[in-house]
T-cell receptor, first 110, second 117 residues
Framework: AQSVTQLDSQVPVFEEAPVELRCNYSSSVSVYLFWYVQYPNQGLQLLLK??????LVKGINGFEAEFNKSQTSFHLRKPSVHISDTAEYFC????????FGSGTRLLVRP | DAGVIQSPRHEVTEMGQEVTLRCKPISGHDYLFWYRQTMMRGLELLIY????????DSGMPEDRFSAKMPNASFSTLKIQPSEPRDSAVYFCASSLERGRPGNTEAFFGQGTRLTVV
């Protein structure tokens, strides 16, 4: 069965600092991996996805993620965060259906 | 397209009452998903449909929950009778399969915040 582990429940960071949100997956088949963002009282919005090809994936709002098959990881990074990046971030693995991790709350402080 | 539309946005009901949540997927999408989000359990997949047919309902918590998709543009999630522990945000999402299943993003609605008192 597929599963996703997000190691950090909350990540506080100062504005303009870099950030990495960690995600590890478990799957017995080829995977599709996604990062979604959820702003308060909103639905989930796709940040980026890995389907195949280049292991470095660029998404919206300056985020990027790197697929590492040997470490079964798909960590999300941003070189310089803004206050507006404060939100909940979900890593997900997909076969026929999306299975989400428990989420990481990114808290950007001024 | 207006995106995935859910109604109502908020629902407050008394324990024992029937609750019906509604979802209109994006036109042309062939997969529809119902998720539940709580602080304790995170995002849980309840059920999903492909071409209006329920494919996997293993996430439906118990018989009090039921979901239907009578046509490609409408789905309902019903809880009867409702209990306080059903309080959560319920999301509907839809996607369009291109090639191998799962390789396209799911588009989420704004959710329905259900409170059972």
């Amino acid at each position: 069965a597929q599963s996703v582990t997000q190691l950090d429940s909350q990540v506080p960071v100062f504005e303009e600092a870099p950030v990495e949100l960690r995600c590890n997956y478990s799957s017995s088949v080829s995977v599709y991996l996604f990062w979604y963002v959820q702003y308060p009282n909103q639905g989930l919005q796709l940040l980026l996805k890995y389907l195949s090809g280049s292991t470095l994936v660029k998404g919206i709002n300056g985020f990027e993620a790197e697929f590492n098959k040997s470490q079964t990881s798909f960590h999300l990074r941003k070189p310089s965060v803004h206050i507006s990046d404060t939100a909940e971030y979900f890593c997900a693995v997909s076969d026929y259906k999306l299975i989400f991790g428990s989420g990481t709350r990114l808290l950007v402080r001024p | 397209d207006a995106g995935v539309i859910q109604s109502p946005r908020h629902e407050v009901t008394e324990m024992g009452q029937e609750v019906t949540l509604r979802c209109k997927p994006i036109s042309g999408h062939d997969y529809l998903f119902w998720y539940r989000q709580t602080m304790m359990r995170g995002l849980e997949l309840l059920i999903y449909f492909n071409n209006n047919v329920p494919i996997d309902d293993s996430g439906m918590p118990e018989d009090r929950f039921s979901a239907k998709m009578p046509n490609a543009s409408f789905s309902t999630l019903k809880i009867q009778p409702s209990e306080p522990r059903d309080s959560a945000v319920y999301f509907c999402a839809s996607s369009l399969e291109r090639g191998r299943p799962g390789n396209t993003e799911a588009f989420f609605g704004q959710g329905t915040r259900l409170t059972v008192v």
